[in-house]
């Protein structure tokens, strides 16, 4: 996908599964994308998250909701289910398959994301035809067993110094009170999920992420 379309599309980037859950995750994604989530990510990982039918299940239903609302979905890591839903895209890790042969499976017109941790590993996924990078953790999490060292803006930063233009977001640890710096920094958009699904309303803090997305 063309990168300007892409970069407005990372704004608020809603990522959740089951486990981020402790209402409906359908509920929590219809809520939050009434307040302004613009891109979603499924992704069903951790103790205790669904496998199977029970995980195609979900995603199929909270695919439908993105559907109904013009939000694109993308399926974290697990491209077997991506292909079968025909998702939108999808995002890797390090430890999953390169994007390079990634994008042969999806074909062309899928969004294909990759998290990035080091400068090399960013000129690595931009070899590899990545159209956008998560760039993080930004601050502390607790959403991810395996977070590698927190690393504040600095990469991000070091990046748009370089003259590194592809479209990135900012994860780990992001909530409406520290993201200024993260798009200060020259991220396009912040990814998140306990801020949004921890909520007491989804929608609320969905919006207070837009409105700085539209203001810094
Ligand atoms: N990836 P929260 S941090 C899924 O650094 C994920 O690549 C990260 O959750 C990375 O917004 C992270 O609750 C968890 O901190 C983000």
Redesign the pocket.
Known sequence: MEPGAIRKLLGVYL?LGSVNCKRPPAEILTEAIAGGVTIFQF?EKGAGSLEGSAKTTLARELQGICRAHGVPFLVNDDIDLAIELDADGVHV?QDDEPARLLRDRLGSGKIIGV?A?TPDEVSQAIADGADYL?I??V?P????DD??PVQGTILISDLRRAGIDIPLVG????TADNAAPVLEAGADGV?????ITGAVSPKEAAQAFSKLVHTV
């Open positions: 990522i992704r890790g998290s941790h998560g993080g953790p601050y999490t607790s959403s991810k977070a590698r994860i780990g640890g992001i990814s998140v999920i306990s801020a």
